[in-house]
């Protein structure tokens, strides 16, 4: 399990508003295990608080993501163009993806920290962030599919 940033703590330091409606939606993110959308993120929130609106909700995702504290992914379009949101992890790592069941799995490894270093210093460059997806299917899947055959 890869360790996420404490999101509450972050915002804290940084000395930003935490309004009622504010703090259920990152209350919301940080215990969330998987990847939210939009609409699964204002369900999800107005448990906590039912006076949550859709706008609280975008203006919140994107001050996380202006502050470099959850990440934006497009997962490979599974759902079209539906963006997910996950806390910022103390690692980089990959998406793997299925296509069948829409599963997905984080993924990190030291050949993977090996990667990264060897693109930067290969192009002189400061790697902040990096985003990678794989899709395919996943081994469940994978085994249905041969037994179809």
């Keep these: 399990m ?12 940084q000395g ?18 998987g990847h939210l ?10 448990k906590r608080d039912s006076k949550i609106d859709r706008a ?8 996380l993501k202006k502050l470099e504290l959850i990440d934006e992914l497009d997962l490979m379009h599974l759902n ?4 997910y949101y996950e806390v910022r992890t ?7 993806t299925c296509f069948r069941c829409g599963s997905v799995v984080e993924f990190t490894s030291s050949t993977f920290e090996r990667l990264k270093r060897e693109i930067a210093k290969e192009n002189l460059f400061n790697i902040q962030v990096i985003r990678l997806e794989a899709g395919g ?9 041969e037994g179809k055959n």
Excluded: F, M, P
């Design 137 to 145: 299917l996943c081994q469940h899947c994978a085994e249905k599919n």
């Design 90 to 96: 103390q690692k980089d790592h990959l998406h793997l």
């Design 80 to 83: 079209g163009e539906k963006h």
């Design 37 to 46: 959308d939009v609409a699964s993120l204002l369900e999800k929130a107005r």
């Design 16 to 33: 930003i508003r935490l309004t009622a409606q504010r703090r259920a939606l990152v209350e919301t993110i940080q215990q969330t295990a």
């Design 2 to 13: 890869l360790q996420r940033i404490d999101l509450l703590s972050k915002l804290e330091a």
């Design 56 to 63: 609280t909700v975008y203006r919140t995702i994107e001050l």
